[in-house]
Every structure is written in C-alpha cells, then in structure tokens.
C-alpha cells in the first residue's frame, strides 16, 4: 500500500513559480513510476508529467513542457513537480499519483494541492 501526500499549493502571480511536493509512504514506493496530474474546475482530469521509477526518465504533457519539471528523491520517498512560468491556465487542483506496474494504470492517488495562478 502506498500512501500519497500533497503540498505546496497555493497562489501565485503569472509568471511565477511553485514547487509541489508529493511524500509517499511505502515500502516499494522506490519501484514505483510517479506522476503528477491536474483538474481545473468544469474540466477532465490531465496528466501533467511523470518520472520512471529510477528518475532517469521524464516526459511531459505538452502544456507543461519547458515550464515543468518533474524529480524524485528516492531516499526521502519524495517526488517533487517544479513549475515556472506560470500562467492561468494552470489553475488547478494538482494530484500525485503512483503506477505499480511501471507502465500504467495509476493505481494511487494523493488527495491534491490547489494551485491558482492570478493574472
């Protein structure tokens, strides 16, 4: 079982910057890939980017690519999402999420941080 916790939300202006932060608990979390996802009010659920499960590999939505980026800390069971060059449109509800079979589907979720970026 693996249990994810959200934090760093909050406010920003555009242009700025915000890192999430996601601590898992686990003992495999190490084995785990990770992801971040967001959902803006009225809208669907999007994956924002995600980490292999030995942080040699990255890939992002192309929304966030440039702007994002995502890093694990294996040793503090932490998975990190650094954003900069906020705009707007990245208000959201931002969730971390964790995939036991490396390749999908994403089978833990974390409660979500709000971040909301003013114009």
């Known amino acids: 079982q693996v249990q994810l916790v959200e934090s760093g939300g909050g406010l920003v202006q555009a242009g700025g910057s915000l890192r999430l932060s996601c601590a898992a608990s686990?003992?495999?979390?190490?084995?785990?890939?990770m992801g971040w996802f967001r959902q803006a009010p009225g809208k669907e659920r999007e994956f924002v980017g995600a980490?292999?499960?030995?942080?040699?590999?990255?890939y992002y939505a192309d929304s966030a690519k440039g702007r994002f980026t995502i890093s694990r800390d294996k040793a503090k069971n932490m998975v990190y999402l650094q954003m900069s060059s906020l705009i707007p449109e990245d208000t959201a509800v931002y969730y971390c999420?964790?995939?036991?079979?490396?390749?999908?589907?994403?089978?833990?979720w974390g409660q979500g941080t709000q971040v909301t970026v003013s114009s």
């Open positions: 999420a964790a995939d036991s079979n490396r390749s999908g589907p994403w089978d833990y």
């Open positions: 980490v292999s499960w030995s942080g040699g590999s990255t």
């Open positions: 686990g003992r495999t979390f190490s084995t785990y890939r």
